[in-house]
C-alpha cells in the first residue's frame, strides 16, 4: 500500500538515525553544508542559515504551492518540482518569502531534500539506508520506494508499506524508539519529533491538527469530556498510522490515494475506537 505523505515521517525516522549514528551533527546543521554543488543558490544570505530543521518542522520559508491547486495541475509546486530536471534544486531555488523556521507551509520538496541528505551523510540512498538501519532491525522486507530521475529517492510520498508493517513504525515510537530491547532510533529523537514545533490548528478544522513536529502531526480527540493527544503519520487519501500514547494503542488506515473521505479515519478512532478503548481512557 502507497503511505503518500506518510513516508515522511520514516524519512525523518532517518535523520534521527543518522545522527544517532553521528552522521549528522544535529538538527541544526546548516543546509548548505550538504550541498557544495549548490554554492550560488546558497551564496542568498537567507537561503544560507536554513538548518535541517527548518525542513523537518516545514517552516523554510521558501515559496511553495502545493495545497490550493490539484496534483493534476502543473501550476502545483509538487508537480513542477517532479517535472523539473533537478528536483533538489528546483525546491532549494523558490524564493524565501518567510523567514526561516517561524511560518508553516506545507511543502513535500523538503522531505524529498531531507531524502537525498540521507544519502548525502551515509553514502547510501534513503531507500538503502532505510533498508538496513529501520526496516531490518523491525523485520520489514517487502516494501518498495519509488525513485525519481538520478535514483533521488521519493522520501514525501513514494514508500509502499503494508499495514503491519506500517503498524510497526507507530509501535516502534509508541515504545521510545526501541524494537525487541534494541534501541533503533534514540528516544530523545522520538521525544523531540513528536513535540510540537508550529502551530498547525489553523489548516483544517476536519484534520483535528494541533501541531507539527518533525515531520509528524500532533493533535488530540475529546472523548467522555476529556482530551486523548496523539500524534500521527498521515499521507493523502487516508493514510495514518496514528499513536495514542496514554491509551498504549497505534492505529493504522489505509485507503487509495484520492480518496475524498481523507479524514473519516479520525472519526472514527473519536467515535468507535477511543470509546470501546474503556478502562485505557482513565
Do not use: C
Not at 130 to 147: H, M, N, V
Amino acid at each position: 500500500m502507497e503511505s503518500t505523505s506518510a513516508t515522511k515521517s520514516v524519512t525523518s525516522i532517518l535523520i534521527g538515525i543518522a545522527v544517532d549514528r553521528g552522521l549528522i551533527r544535529d538538527a541544526n546543521e546548516k543546509l548548505s553544508t550538504f550541498f557544495p554543488e549548490y554554492a550560488d543558490i546558497f551564496a542568498d544570505p537567507a537561503k544560507a542559515k536554513l538548518t535541517l530543521k527548518d525542513l523537518l518542522t516545514m517552516t523554510a520559508g521558501l515559496k511553495w504551492d502545493e495545497w490550493t491547486l490539484p496534483y493534476t495541475d502543473p501550476r502545483n509546486d509538487h508537480v513542477a518540482m517532479v517535472r523539473s530536471d533537478n528536483p533538489i534544486r528546483y525546491v532549494l531555488e523558490r524564493s524565501i518569502v518567510a523567514q526561516p523556521g517561524e511560518t508553516f507551509a506545507y511543502n513535500s520538496g523538503l522531505s524529498i531534500v531531507l531524502g537525498q541528505i540521507i544519502f548525502k551523510a551515509s553514502g547510501l540512498r534513503a531507500d538503502k539506508f532505510a533498508e538496513r538501519y529501520l526496516f531490518e532491525p523491525l523485520g520489514i522486507t517487502d516494501f518498495y520506494w519509488s525513485k525519481y530521475p538520478d535514483e533521488i529517492v521519493q522520501t514525501g510520498g513514494g514508500l509502499f508499506l503494508r499495514p503491519r508493517d506500517m503498524a510497526k513504525v507507530g509501535k516502534l515510537f509508541l515504545d521510545g524508539g526501541r524494537w525487541n530491547g534494541k534501541q533503533v532510533v534514540s528516544e530523545a529523537w522520538v521525544k523531540t519529533s513528536t513535540t510540537s514545533h508550529v502551530d498547525a490548528s489553523k489548516i483544517n478544522p476536519a484534520a483535528k491538527a494541533s501541531g507539527y513536529g518533525y515531520q509528524w502531526w500532533l493533535g488530540s480527540f475529546r472523548v467522555d469530556g476529556r482530551d486523548v493527544p496523539s500524534y500521527s503519520a498521515r499521507g493523502r487519501g487516508g493514510q495514518f498510522i496514528m499513536v495514542l500514547p496514554g491509551q498504549q494503542i497505534v492505529v493504522v488506515f489505509t485507503s487509495p490515494p484520492d480518496n475524498p473521505l481523507t479524514f473519516q479515519p479520525l472519526d472514527i478512532i473519536e467515535r468507535d475506537i477511543l470509546p470501546a478503548a474503556g478502562e485505557r481512557l482513565r
